[in-house]
Structures are given as structure tokens and as C-alpha cells.
């Protein structure tokens, strides 16, 4: 069995085995998972692909999807996200990476999350059934550090580690049990989590196949139920078209296709579409499948490269069946 299939193999395993355990039950997987927050999409490019990004990945941004990605980029990227998700939650993401050459790319990422003010309320022995315990801001955010590398030209793998902070009630006044001795209440949550992918290129024109494991960690505690982070494993695949006409075609359109198995939900596929033109003006559009609120997907994007320094823009707008459109915004500075 030569290199190539050596890689195919590994991947189509790695699939299989993690995926069997939780076929395996026939239980219902709806609800299963804490801090789901995770599943957020970050990255303008990515979210306007349908999600479908595994494979395509090769920025900063990679290090939210699959963090082999970053091993295809050269220099130091710099990437901003902001994304303005439903019922007025607020996401905002960096990242910066830097690569090494032979000691592979390393680089840093943060994420918080920003649920607005929410209006306590806790059960009484009295005429409207509740008393007010004042307003609070949840507080989430996360801190990691990740490293990739290319094995070989066409085969790359990498990782991130990062630390979780989550306050559910932030500064409230919270309280449960009896109404007479009520016992107060906290749900701080710290731990470490971590994410693993891998890229191949196959050598046939470009089509790569690609794979991340996220939010793999140990139980979330609260209080006293026990709940796993929305451990998700993607494959992808993608590759670009207009090579089969010509090879020197400014215009370029990628297609990309994700097969999604979350622990918390069913299995779900991802679609997406990319064209540009001179790698300056990109469009963009995806679909995805099984969603009870996400369908179709579109954005673009804009990107000026002036030697060793680059930037690009880019926008993506997610539909929703029962709430407002979302946008995202992400800026990816090459130094």
C-alpha cells in the first residue's frame, strides 16, 4: 500500500471508529451537549460556504474549523471576526498565526461571547409566582493555542488546545431549593478542550480530503448533571473546477461538500460554492441539510495583495426559518 492510500485509509478509519459508538445506542442525541456556544460558526468565508469548509480552510480562520488548515498559509496572519448571531448574541474571534518553515505554524485564538443583559427571575410564595433577582450577562470566552505542520507537501496535520471559561449567571443573585432555606448557587465552569484535523491533498488536479475532531474533553459539571461539549467530527472534500478547461483562467469556481456527525443532533451534510476572479472578488453560496432554522447560505469577499502584505474583507449572511438574518463580518491581515 503505497503513501497515498496510506493517508485515504487512515482518514476513512479514523471516520468509522469514532462514529460507530454513538450509532450504536439508537438513542435520541437531541440536547445532549453544554457550552453549545462552540457551534457558532466563526469566519465570514466559512459561514457563507454552506459551512462546508473543512477542506477549503487555509487561512487564520482555519483554526475554527480544522486546524491543519493554517499549515498552508505563509507568513503571519492577523484574523478579526465578528458575527451577529440570532436573539441579539454577539460573537467576536481573533486569531494570529505565524509560520516557522521547518518548525511548522503556531499561533493563538480567542473567542467570547456576548449574551446581552437578561432579566433574573426566581419562583416565590407570592401573588405573581416569582420575584425579580435583578439583571445579568452571562460570560463565556475561550483561549487557545494551536500548532500545525505539513508533513509532506500534500498531507498536513495540526491542533489546538484551549482553555473554556463559562458564568452562566454572571453577577446575579441566584438561589434554589426550599423557600425557606434557599442555598445559593454558582455555575463557573473552567476546563481544556481540544481540536484535532488533518489536509491531503491527492494529487489529482486539487481536489483534497479533509477531516476535524472538535470539543473533545472531559464532562462539563452543573451542580449536578453532567454534560459533553457539542463534540463534532467533520470529513470534507473540494476541489476546483475551471482547471479542467484551463489552467490560466482568471475566474476560478470550488466546490466543497461537508459530512457533519455532531454529538448532539443527527447526521448533517454542508454545501458550498466559491467563485473568484484573479483571486481579487469572491462570491459565495451554500446549503445546508437537516437543520430545524439554517438553510442556504451567501456572502463574498474582497482581497488585495501587495507583495508580502495582503487584506481581505469578507461578508457572509446566514437565513434563519423563524428568526432575522445573521452577518458576519471577518478581516485576515498577511504580514
Known sequence: MNRKWKYIFSIALAALLLQTPLWADGVSKIAQSGMKWLSIPVGARGAALGSAYTAIANDASAVFWNPAGVAFTEGGHLFLNQNQWIADITVNAGAVTWNSGNWGVIGLNFATVDWGVIHGTQRAENEAGFVETGEFSPSHFAIGVNYARKVSDKFAIGGNVKFLHEDLFGEANVSEGSFAAPTDVTANTNLLAFDFGTVYYTGYRDLRIAMSFQNFSKEVVYREEYFSLPLTFRVGMAMGLTN??????????????????????????????????????????????????????????????????????????????NFDGVHMFSLDFKF
Open 244 to 321: 479542467f478547461f484551463s489552467e490560466n483562467s482568471p475566474h476560478n469556481i470550488t466546490l466543497a461538500v461537508d459530512a457533519m456527525h455532531p454529538r448532539d443532533f443527527s447526521e448533517r451534510m454542508h454545501f458550498g460554492m466559491e467563485y473568484s476572479f484573479h483571486e481579487l472578488v469572491f462570491l459565495r453560496g451554500g446549503y445546508k441539510t437537516n437543520y430545524d432554522q439554517e438553510d442556504f447560505t451567501l456572502g463574498a469577499g474582497l482581497q488585495y495583495d501587495s507583495g508580502n502584505l495582503a487584506l481581505g474583507i469578507d461578508y457572509s449572511y446566514v437565513a434563519f426559518e
